[in-house]
């Protein structure tokens, strides 16, 4: 976009900054600090959020050159689903820290 300063696909590259990177960040955080990595589970909410937020990018790049809004919408209901799953797989097992006495 820098390059050709053509910046019409800035809210793609946000949404899947945002919601792919940083999301994702948060979840592999959390899911090694309790111990999860290797839960089918957490793999199937990692899945959802992964292709939920390229799906996305890719779809609000395509709404914005006037396109349909299908794959947009198609993402976020994906990304949407991870992040409800993250919340049910938090309340299930919360962080658990060790105190020294």
């Known amino acids: 976009m820098a390059g050709s300063e053509d910046h019409s696909n800035l809210a793609a590259h946000a949404h ?4 792919g990177w940083v999301s994702l960040a948060l979840y592999g955080t959390y899911y090694r600090l309790i111990g999860l990595t290797r839960s089918i589970v957490a793999s199937i909410q990692v899945a959802c ?3 939920g937020s390229v799906v996305m990018g890719i779809g609000i790049a395509i709404a914005h050159q006037g396109g349909t809004e299908a ?3 198609t993402g976020s209901l994906l990304t949407l689903v991870a992040g ?6 938090t309340f299930q097992r919360p962080l658990r820290i060790n105190t020294v006495n």
């Open 16 to 19: 899947l900054n945002l919601l």
């Open 49 to 51: 959020a992964i292709v």
């Open 71 to 73: 794959f947009a919408i």
């Open 84 to 89: 409800v799953l993250f919340v049910v797989i």
